[in-house]
């Protein structure tokens, strides 16, 4: 079955701190694999994705993820947080057989002190 | 429309209630998607469209939950009875066809009393 794993459920980060946020995903086929994040009170919104190609994907805001397929992990990371990076961030993983549907991990609260 | 658009915002019902939650997905796009997020959890599934047939009903948790879509544009989920367990913010989510990033709306958050 497919699923998502973040394994960070809360971080908390000084403002210029380095960021890592871990996902791992199963799935026996292609995935797109996806990072979004809700900032409070906002709806969801894409940070990046990954298709093919290039396995280290830059999004928004400078962050960026790097896919690993021998462990399937899909980790995103941003060398120095700001304090407008609080927010709660989703790994996702979209099949590309079948449904199309995405499957989202459980979510990661990150909390960025001034 | 500039963005996916759901509505209410937020709902109140007494337990046993029937309620209706509509999703406004961006014009054009066939995909579209309902998703649940109880406090404090991640994404639930629910229901996937493409066009107007539902392919995977997979996630709906019971047959109290059901879904339409027509004119390839809006959908409503309607869950009958409601109960407390309900409680959650319901997310629609579109996407065109072929390209694979999900647009969402803002949810509309369902309180069961």
């Not at chain 1, 026996?28 to 919104?45: A, E, M, R």
């Not at chain 2, 959650?88 to 990033?101: G, K, R």
Request: with cysteine; aromatic share 12%.
């Amino acid at each position: 079955a497919q699923s998502v794993s973040q394994h960070n459920h809360h971080v908390i980060l000084s403002e210029a701190a380095s960021l890592e946020l871990g996902c791992n995903y199963s799935y026996g086929g292609t995935v797109n694999l996806f990072w979004y994040v809700q900032y409070p009170g906002q709806h969801l919104q894409l940070l990046l994705k990954y298709f093919s190609g290039d396995p280290l994907v830059k999004g928004i805001k400078g962050f960026e993820a790097e896919f690993i397929k021998s462990k399937f992990s899909f980790n995103l990371r941003k060398p120095s947080v700001q304090w407008s990076d609080t927010a709660e961030y989703f790994c996702a993983l979209r099949t590309t057989s079948g449904t199309y549907k995405y499957i989202f991990g459980t979510g990661t609260r990150l909390k960025v002190l001034a | 429309g500039a963005g996916v658009s759901q509505s209410p915002s937020n709902k109140v019902t007494e337990k046993g209630k029937d309620v209706e939650l509509r999703c406004d997905p961006i014009s054009g796009h066939t995909a579209l998607y309902w998703y649940r997020q109880r406090l404090g959890q991640g994404l639930e599934f629910l229901i996937y469209f493409q066009g107007n047939s539902a392919p995977d009903k997979s996630g709906l948790p019971s047959d109290r939950f059901s879904a339409e879509r027509t004119g390839e544009s809006v959908s409503t989920l309607t869950i009958q009875r409601t109960q407390q367990e309900d409680s959650a913010v319901y997310l629609c989510a579109s996407s065109l066809i072929d390209n694979t990033e999900a647009f969402f709306g803002q949810g509309t958050r369902l309180t069961v009393v």
